[in-house]
């Protein structure tokens, strides 16, 4: 299966979606990321990966401006993002998943797609006073919008379900399919495939290289080896808030710190 | 007790009731949305109801532009109101506490430097006539009380259900960081919250000043009922800020009906021993926390 079907060589030319440089996050004494540098290419997937603790959800929480930067910049696609608040960021077209599936509580479905849509028009509260209809309207145009993506992810039999309530693998379709509602550029996926089935991380796989096939940049967090070496062009490696090293996935796959850090320190002599 | 005493009673308890239903619901929108008491919520209503009566009294607007016209001004002060508080968002709730307080008292010494310390009759609209349904005589100046505030309940449920601006409220409501992360602006639907509270709490006001003296007082009065119809549903949700208005307002009509003087001990003592059995209210699942 080889997913990763677009060249790198294009890539290396493409401007970069997502650029880091030097950046800093700590938690009062624990530093959790130090200096972490690298870019992402547009039109990339692009992996992270790295023992538990080693910093990756920070980085997306940093990247994605739910915790405040202590340090370094943030670039994406070529402006300087850096603290900028995470609303902001999602209207500049960068969206993401969680690691620990967090779907709003009592929100059917629909809603939990809805929410997400559009998120560069919404709109001023007074206009639905003074253009009543041509809002009607809009409402109706966003909730096709949302069946339609729903449709997409096969979830459109459970739209007017709470999302809660469904299995988990189909949770996980729903978080994904809320983070395309926004239509990012820049797409952060936190251990998409975390609990799934080897049939679903299959499905999900699929999922993403479309999404990335219609010109969506993807940064993927995973456990999953088989489904980061297939799927990433380039992979980055942290290791306790350190970028350990970078490269293609058969590169980082024979690093023998890589190797060391994922075994254990046996290794050593 | 006559069926017609009981009749009149009970119509008299839903009026008043949807009055505290909808002080209710202002208290709950904005707790649900920032898990915040909004203890000026009351003296909101009071200039809710001070502007209505200088429309309909002063400027000589029709009753139902100087209702609407008071509710979009009110509905302008929580968003100042919010702007106000807004520094302290999510840094310190207790201090927020303290804030709505102040802006409470600040808003009544208002009222009492422009309007006086003596309170304003407002005559009920002359269109609006006492019939008959047989033997019973019904004021239904109440039942326009009961449809407004319906009214008010439908719109606010439509837009918080089937707009997209209601929808994205709610979800910063449940889980504000998951919220901004999907392009919601939180703090400006928190400002919506006290908007959408406030315009109501205004029509409110409007409604029940004809009943009662519009005096800078009767946010004590009428808007701590509001408030114990809030706890008696469940504070934070909307189901329940309507039947605990409800409840409270035919709780305090009959308890008037046997014994006048004593109304007011007589209802907060059913609230009291409600509370008691059932601490979260009627319609209250869980305590929200969040500090």
Known sequence: ?269 | MTLTTVLQTIIGGLGMGSVYGMVAIGFSIVYRAMGLVNFGHTDVLMIGAYFMATLLLTAKLPFVLAILLSAVATGVLGLLFERVLRPLEGKDLNLMLIGTIGFGILLEAVAILVWGSVGTAVPIPPSIHPFRVGSVVILPYYLVIMAVGALCVALLHLFMTRVKLGIAMQAAAMDPPIARAMGVNVARCNALAFALGSAIAAVAGGLVGPLLYVSPAMGASVGIKGFAAAILGGLGSMPGAIVGGLLFGLIESFAASRFSAYTDVIAFAVFTVVMLVRPTGIFGEQTVDRA
């Not at chain 1, 800093?24 to 790295?50: N, P």
């Not at chain 1, 929410?115 to 709109?123: C, N, R, S, W």
């Not at chain 1, 251990?191 to 679903?200: C, D, Y």
């Open chain 1, 1 to 269: 299966m080889s997913l990763a079907a677009s060249p790198t060589e294009v890539l290396r030319e493409a401007p970069e979606a997502l650029d880091l440089s030097g950046v800093t996050k700590r938690f009062r004494g624990l530093v959790a990321l130090r200096d972490v540098s690298f870019g992402v290419r547009e039109g990339a997937i692009h992996g992270v990966i790295g023992p538990n603790g080693s910093g990756k959800t920070t980085l997306f929480n940093v990247v994605n401006g739910l915790y405040p930067i202590d340090g370094g910049t943030v670039r994406v696609f070529g402006r300087d993002v850096t603290g900028w608040p995470p609303w902001r960021l999602a209207r500049l077209g960068v969206s993401r998943t969680f690691q620990n599936l967090r779907l709003f509580g009592r929100m059917t479905v629909l809603e939990q797609v809805l929410v997400a849509l559009d998120p560069a028009a919404v709109q001023n509260a007074w206009r639905y006073v003074a253009a009543p209809r041509a809002s009607a309207r809009r409402e109706r145009r966003l909730r096709e919008e949302a069946l339609e993506i729903l449709r997409q992810f096969e979830l459109e039999g459970a739209a007017d379900e709470l999302a809660t309530s469904l299995p988990y693998g189909h949770q996980r379709r729903v978080e994904l399919a809320r983070a395309i509602a926004s239509r990012p550029r820049l797409l952060l996926l936190d251990e998409p495939a975390a609990g799934l089935t080897p049939g679903e991380v299959e499905v999900l796989a699929a999922q993403v290289a479309e999404i990335r096939r219609k010109g969506v940049t993807v940064v993927l967090i995973d456990h999953n080896m088989a489904m980061v070496m297939n799927l990433c062009d380039r992979v980055t490696v942290l290791s306790e808030g350190r970028v350990l090293t970078e490269g293609t996935p058969g590169e980082v796959a024979h690093d023998p710190e890589v190797v060391r850090v994922y075994l254990g320190s046996e290794a050593e002599p």
